[in-house]
């Protein structure tokens, strides 16, 4: 897991890592990617309902009609965001995309509530509904900030003094009140990005928990068995090869025995740093129990597999481990057959392993009778 620092969150209520914010980012805008469309839709049809109001409203017929366009364009705008929301994939434009529609809404709000005359302090309560608007709809929460911003700025400056028997003792309280909504808006997103991300990362844990060794920070049985099948299926539908090793360390009682658990500990860890640095990050490695692993190659075939295997027996065999000399592991080696199931491969390592061990330890049984081992030169 990430440095802790790396969850900080700033105040703008993003994680201070920018991966960290991307990941979380990605997660949390595909679960709202569904209903921004809809939303949309459903915002422009009520602010083309409100004709109706304009209608009774406005007497003078030019002004209505651009009150009319205004709210016609701005539906077109909504059915375009309906229709283009469900085919983007990549998330930042999809913020981009609701940013680009919420500025359209205020732009469109402001230009119609220009043509009121005169304004009421229902002007004012329309304003705020739109702020709330604004940081309701999901987004990035400094996106919010600088479009209720312009929102408010707007409004104060170009139409707050028309409105009808405003003092300006009554304007200056309703620009407080303005920016306490604000700040309220701005505590409360802050506080549920701040939650969110929170759950995020206790979801993360939980996972990975779920899904790793404790002693080794490698994958699980659980975990390799479902990386396993869905590696088998992806092979029967394609082409691609898929090899399988089993290992475990020789002699290993003995290590308890002689040194302790503790001891022993150290010696699995060691082992498995070891194989880390010889494998891919494409390769799945787990533990499968006690001193015994396995590690499943994709698209890899055998002569590539005996060459990886080869390789993790010399780094172990060659490693220090401190107090303990002489660390070994024997391997078993298999690759997928056609039509074969997942339980199949791991029954035919483990028999190769079981073999290896028979035939002196240290050394990589294949099938077909391959024996790879501190006699053998690889070329």
Known sequence: MKDVKAYDISFFGEFVDKDCEKEFFDYDMKRYAKVIGPVALIFGVIFMM?????????????????????????????IV??????????????????????????????????????????????????????????????YAQIISAFLSLSFFIFYAKHIESMEVSVLLKSIAYNFII??????????????????????????????????????????????????????????????LGMFDIDNFKRVNDVYGHLVGDKVIQNVVATVKNVIQSTDVFARWGGEEFVIL?????????????????????????????????????????????????????????????????????CEDGIIIGPETVLT
């Not at 409100?50 to 909504?78: E, G, M, Q």
């Not at 205020?106 to 043509?115: D, N, R």
């Not at 060659?318 to 029954?347: A, H, P, W």
């Open 182 to 243: 604000i700040s309220y808006c701005n505590i409360g997103a802050y506080i549920t990005n701040f939650y969110k991300r929170k759950q995020f990362i206790d979801g993360k844990e939980l996972l990975r928990v779920s899904i790793t060794d404790s002693l080794t920070g490698i994958y699980n049985r659980a975990k390799f068995n479902e990386a396993l099948n869905q590696w088998v299926d992806d092979c029967k539908r394609g082409e691609n090869t898929l090899s």
């Open 297 to 365: 190659l994709p698209n890899t075939d055998i002569h590539q597999a005996i060459e990886i295997m080869e390789r993790m027996r010399i780094c172990i065999q060659d490693n220090k481990y401190d107090e303990v000399e002489n660390i070994t592991c024997s391997f078993g080696l298999v690759t997928l057959r056609e039509n074969e199931n997942g339980e199949s491969l791991l029954q035919r390592a483990d028999k190769l392993l079981y073999d290896a061990k028979g035939c002196g330890k240290n050394i990589v049984v």
């Open 81 to 142: 965001v309906y229709l283009v929301a469900k085919k983007i994939n990549n998330y930042i434009h999809l913020t981009y995309l609701i940013a680009t529609y919420e500025i359209s809404a205020v732009i469109g709000f402001l230009i119609i509530i220009g043509h009121y005359e005169p304004l009421t302090l229902l002007s004012f309560l329309s304003v705020m509904v739109m702020t709330l608007a604004i940081y309701i709809t999901p987004n990035k929460l400094t």
């Open 50 to 78: 409100f004709l109706i109001a304009d209608y009774f409203v406005i007497k003078n017929h030019f002004a209505f009609t651009i009150i009319l366009t205004i709210r016609t364009l701005f539906l077109i705008v909504s």
